[in-house]
T-cell receptor, first 110, second 112 residues
Framework: KNEVEQSPQNLTAQEGEFITINCSYS?????LHWLQQHPGGGIVSLFM?????KKHGRLIATINIQEKHSSLHITASHPRDSAVYIC????????????WGAGTKLIIKP | DGGITQSPKYLFRKEGQNVTLSCEQN?????MYWYRQDPGQGLRLIYY???????QKGDIAEGYSVSREKKESFPLTVTSAQKNPTAFYLC???????????FGQGTRLTVV
């Protein structure tokens, strides 16, 4: 079993829909990252969080440390949000190592 | 503009040849990393460097080599010993090992 599991693996939605991507992990962590990978391959960091909730524009990330679960929400989704969204956790034991989820491929149709 | 530059974007090589992937950053970051990404899998750490003239093996270092002679540069050599080199390679850097990482655009290597 992977230490970081993302769901769903693939998600297709219509423009305007509210999107939720989930990340569950099985290790103790010091921080969790949400990143976005565009079709060209480049990766952009969206959030780094260790508790609570963060918001940036239409993106919201939440984390529940007790349940070892995080969610990434996109409000008023747009076709330009189409990308792979990746969850990665920084292990509490080894601070430099990121443990990566396999990613969620999101397609927003106009 | 500050950032990380990987080159080339696409690279083709014949089996048995060594190939070097370039990664340059002008963010004045101490730490740099190389990851490999395969379809349907999370990124896997190949090598990382905490500071100039120092580097450490990651989870899948076999068949790869790196150098860190300058702070801004962290080239990765894929050697002929790497059994399955065709993959997407991502370079990243961070202010220090625990800080948020910034990524390059990646290099897609195809070995034929």
């Amino acid at each position: 079993k992977n230490e970081v599991e993302q769901s769903p693996q693939n998600l297709t939605a219509q423009e305007g829909e509210f999107i939720t991507i989930n990340c569950s992990y099985s290790v103790g962590i010091s921080a969790l990252h949400w990143l976005q990978q565009h079709p060209g391959g480049g990766i952009v960091s969206l959030f780094m969080l260790s508790s609570g909730k963060k918001k940036h524009g239409r993106l919201i990330a939440t984390i529940n440390i007790q349940e070892k679960h995080s969610s990434l929400h996109i409000t008023a989704s747009h076709p330009r949000d189409s990308a792979v969204y990746i969850c990665a956790v920084r292990s509490g034991d080894s601070n430099y190592q990121l443990i990566w989820g396999a990613g969620t491929k999101l397609i927003i149709k106009p | 503009d500050g950032g990380i530059t990987q080159s080339p974007k696409y690279l083709f090589r014949k089996e048995g040849q060594n190939v070097t992937l370039s990664c340059e950053q002008n963010l004045n970051h101490d730490a740099m990393y190389w990851y490999r990404q395969d379809p349907g899998q999370g990124l896997r750490l190949i090598y990382y460097s905490q500071i100039v003239n120092d580097f450490q093996k990651g989870d899948i270092a076999e068949g790869y080599s790196v150098s860190r002679e300058k702070k801004e540069s962290f080239p990765l050599t894929v050697t002929s010993a790497q059994k399955n080199p065709t993959a997407f390679y991502l370079c990243a850097s961070s202010q220090h090992l625990n800080a948020e990482a910034f990524f390059g655009q990646g290099t897609r290597l195809t070995v034929v």
